[in-house]
Every structure is written in C-alpha cells, then in structure tokens.
C-alpha cells in the first residue's frame, strides 16, 4: 500500500523492497515470506512500475539462484548483494546464472577491490555508498572505474540524511549514472533522528524526481534546533 500511495501521490514508478533477512544465511525473515511478496507485490503494482530486490547477504549461491528464478518470472530487474558481500566469487556464479541483473557494492571501501570487482564482473550493476567510501573524491575515482569497465553506477543510500543529499550531488556529477537514486521511504517509526534533520526540504517529490539545489556546499542547512537536541558522545583514549 505504502508503494502504491508513493506512485499515485508522488509519481514514484520504481520500487525496492527486501526478501531473504540480513546476512540471514539462508533464513527467510519469516518462513514463506520471500516467495509471498513477491507475488504479491508483482500482482499488486501497475505495470509500468519497476521492481527491485534486496537480499542483504542472505543467500548461499544456490539459493540465490533459485530465489533469482522466483524474481524473474515475477518481473524483478535488479538483484542486490544476493550471497554474502565478502564472498565475491559467490557471486559472481549468481551474476552468470541470471537473466536478471544482480548488483553490489555497498560495503567496499578498498580501490584494489572496486577494481577486481569490476575487472572479473562480479556484478551487473555496482552501488558504491559515498559515504562508505570515505567521501565524494574517493567515490568519483570507483565511478570512473566502474565506467571505464562498461557499466553503470547505482550508488547506495540508507535514509533520508546527508548520504543522500551527497548521493544526489554525485549521481549529477558522473557519466555513468543509473536512471535510479535511491530514496529511503521509511518514516519516523523507523528512523526517528532524521524527522528535521535539516532547514529546507532537500527531499520533495514532485513526478518521482527530486531536485538538486545549487545553493553553496551541499545545498542544505542542518537545523540548530536537531543539533542542540542532538546526543554527544566522546571516546577517548587515555
């Protein structure tokens, strides 16, 4: 229902949702989960509204292919980090066994990585997170990696906070961007320290796209009000 209200109200015509449990080996969140909303959701949706997954690490490779049959007769496009991230060559046999584009790279942070990734095809499609990264400089050198390698670049974000506001930024900035910014849905109950996190609304909606500002910096002002009411916390070494 939350999608369905997102397409209709906001114009947002792409959708990603979890099956597996994270780094779950193996486990359904619930038993019969996964096979349940992907029907359901594939039945549910218009048509014209793409659909894509996220397995967190869950599966072993055979598993993940079986999980990535049930997707692809459900009209899934996108398969992300289907085997556990830190098993490449997992992978990669997933990557070669479906139609269906599988994706990764959220976690890694190591250029030796990034390149190895993207020389030997780990995945489809590969989702640097800026903030992961170390930054934007770090980011913009996996992206030209990624682009020199022939493929595209669908950066990760979590939620509704600077690593998105810098995703935008960097998605503006490279050749090789997927068509998708990934924009986290999820509302206070889930993520209570980002609700007026900053001045201006960086995240309005309007036909499923956001805009990017060309205000100084970032574009946005963290509110006083967050940062005073906000929980400091100090490790020190004596």
């Known amino acids: 229902e939350r999608f369905k209200k997102f397409f209709n109200d906001k114009g947002v015509n792409a959708f990603k949702f979890r099956v597996g449990s994270e780094c779950g080996r193996g486990k359904d969140e619930w038993e019969g989960r996964t096979e349940e909303i992907v029907k359901t959701i594939n039945h549910s949706l218009d048509k014209s509204i793409t659909k894509m997954v996220d397995a967190n690490s869950c599966y072993s490779p055979a598993q993940a292919i079986e999980v990535g049959k049930l997707l692809e007769d459900n009209n899934v496009v996108h398969f992300e980090e289907p085997c556990p991230y830190w098993k490449p060559d997992q992978t990669k046999l997933v990557t070669d066994a479906l139609k269906i584009d599988v994706t990764g790279g959220e976690q890694d942070c190591d250029l030796r990585i990034w390149k190895d990734m993207v020389k030997r095809k780990i995945v489809n499609i590969f989702q640097p997170d800026v903030m992961y990264m170390g930054g934007l400089t770090k980011a913009l050198k996996v992206a030209k990696i990624i682009e020199k390698g022939g493929f595209i670049c669908t950066p990760h974000t979590a939620n509704l906070s600077l690593v998105t506001v810098c995703t935008m930024h960097f998605l503006k900035a490279i050749d090789n961007a997927g068509p998708y910014l990934e924009f986290s849905i999820e509302g206070e109950d889930y993520y209570p320290w980002q609700q007026n996190l900053f001045l201006n609304d960086p995240f309005?909606?309007?036909?499923?796209?956001?805009?990017?500002?060309?205000?100084?910096g970032w574009g946005v002002e963290i509110n006083p009000n967050w940062l005073d009411n906000a929980e400091y916390k100090v490790s020190e070494i004596e």
Do not use: A, H
Request: aromatic share 0%.
């Open 204 to 216: 309005n909606l309007e036909d499923g796209k956001v805009t990017i500002k060309d205000l100084p």
